[in-house]
């Protein structure tokens, strides 16, 4: 484990870690963008394709096109699928972090918001997979408790670093760590007071479409 690492997988790989990239003010007032995302679109426990089986995490979107998934399949809808209602608008503070850290021509259309609480929640070992612009980068914002985050390769089974992602952690993953699989292990409860009532929330930019 390699906790606070500037350099937890080779910067060739285009991974980037940012820890306290978001200062607590910057955080503060993301949590509060998130609150107002989760009123006009509530979170929601999506079930995995096929089986049914639900997540143990709760999800919704801002931007153009939100990421779903039901029984049907994993896909990107400009609506959020229970109110019909276009996601709210990605948080500019998101879209300036965004231009600061790529260099990417087009802005992102998918801001994915996950809610972690509770003991089980978790997320499985995954690539980033359903966007067409491979070519642009994905960036994750952490907020509230602390995570065991799990970076593998290109492959599922490469072998895969575990280390700490904490409240105001930026998380830049381009080039070929990119489609690089991740997942979360845990969550560590207690570790922010930030979220009342305890919880994580990680936020991830994504480009969906090519840019024309
Ligand atoms: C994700 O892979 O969608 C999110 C990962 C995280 O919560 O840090
Ligand atoms: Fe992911």
Known sequence: MEPHSARV????????????????????????????????????????????????????????????SDRSGYRYSPAHLRTGLPWPPIPDLLLALWRELTDYPAPPECCLINLYQGVGAKLGMHRDQDEEAFDAPILSVSLGDAAMFRLGGRRRGDPARTFVVQSGTVMVFAGEARTFYHGVDRILPGTSALIPGGGRINLTLRRVTRPR
């Open 9 to 68: 997988v080779g910067t060739e790989t285009g991974f980037r870690y940012l820890p306290d990239r978001l200062d607590e003010a910057a955080q503060r007032r993301l949590l509060a963008e998130v609150e107002r995302i989760g009123e006009a679109a509530p979170f929601d426990r999506f079930v995995m394709p096929g089986t049914g089986r639900p997540l143990s995490i709760d999800m919704t979107n801002a931007g153009p096109l939100g990421w779903v």
